[in-house]
């Protein structure tokens, strides 16, 4: 049963997120592309906190213009399990981005991240091995473009029924972000949507318990510091730790 929202709230935000969209081009410069990103990303986790699905969408594809980045889900051969004899067809994701699409932002390097806890199965993989690694490019996103690509997957989640296609999608987009670590709060979310995918999975229910004990766990540690936690932290919608 979805929860409900304060109208006064939700109304209130929904007219601040109104006023700044109609201001965007005076607020941000052609040169602060990716604070335009970070924007329309919180503004797309507010409609979705409110079930303003449309509006959401339209966010989230914006987004996805500013920074120049077209998202698809693809086929690729490959296998999953340790002794499967003939390649499969897999479900992958594909980022292309444009030309020009580069987001000029201020990057620190790569952050510690959490822990990546690997699959102890005796049959299932720990990671997809393609027949052709070469056939997908992997493009090397910075961490606003994998907060980006993280939200993308949050909205197609909610937006698509609980069932067996979507959690492949999700873990599709998953895969893709964990395959090059680089923001505390993107890995974060990109594990705990894994743990929330696999818990239903009899042969990954234990990774996934283990791993969200493990997100829990870095809440203690005093590394890394809080302003490489906070950086992204609105734009990722992280939960809080008791939830």
Same mark, same amino acid.
């Given at each position: 049963m979805e929860e409900s929202r304060l109208p006064t709230l939700q109304n209130l935000a929904l007219k601040y997120i109104q006023d700044v969209t109609s201001k965007e081009e005076v607020l941000f410069s052609d040169s602060c592309r990716w604070l335009q990103v970070l924007y329309q990303l919180e503004a797309g986790y507010t409609c979705l906190h409110y079930y303003q699905y449309k509006?959401?969408?339209?966010?989230?594809?914006?987004?996805?213009k500013?920074?120049?980045?077209?998202?698809?889900l693809t086929g690729a051969l490959g296998k999953r399990t340790r002794f499967q004899q003939g390649d499969k067809a897999q479900?992958?994701? @594909?980022?292309?981005?444009?030309?020009?699409?580069?987001? #000029?932002?201020? !990057?620190?390097?790569?952050? =510690?991240?959490?822990?990546?806890?690997a699959l102890d199965d005796d049959t299932v993989l720990n990671k997809m091995k393609l027949t052709d690694p070469d056939q997908l490019q992997v493009v090397d996103l910075s961490s606003v473009e994998q907060a980006l690509v993280l939200g993308l997957c949050i909205n197609r989640?909610?937006?698509?029924?609980?069932?067996?296609?979507?959690?492949?999608?999700?873990?599709?987009?998953?895969?893709?972000?964990?395959?090059?670590p680089?923001?505390?709060?993107? @890995?974060?979310?990109?594990?705990?949507?894994?743990?929330? #995918?696999?818990? !239903?999975s009899?042969?990954? =229910?234990?990774?996934s318990m283990m791993?969200?004990?493990?997100?829990?766990?870095q809440c203690k540690v005093p590394t890394p510091p809080a302003r490489v936690r906070l950086?992204?932290?609105?734009?990722?919608?992280l939960p809080p730790r008791w939830i």
């Open positions: 509006a959401a969408q339209e966010h989230f594809s914006t987004a996805a500013l920074a120049g980045l077209q998202v698809q479900l992958v994701l @594909q980022v292309h981005r444009e030309a020009d699409g580069q987001l #000029e932002q201020p !990057e620190e390097g790569v952050a =510690v991240t959490p822990k990546d806890v989640k909610r937006n698509s029924p609980k069932d067996k296609l979507t959690e492949e999608e999700v873990l599709a987009y998953v895969y893709y972000l964990l395959g090059q680089r923001d505390w709060s993107v @890995q974060t979310g990109a594990l705990l949507l894994r743990c929330r #995918e696999e818990k !239903e009899s042969r990954r =229910v234990e990774r791993q969200l004990q493990s997100l829990v766990d950086g992204l932290m609105y734009s990722v919608a």
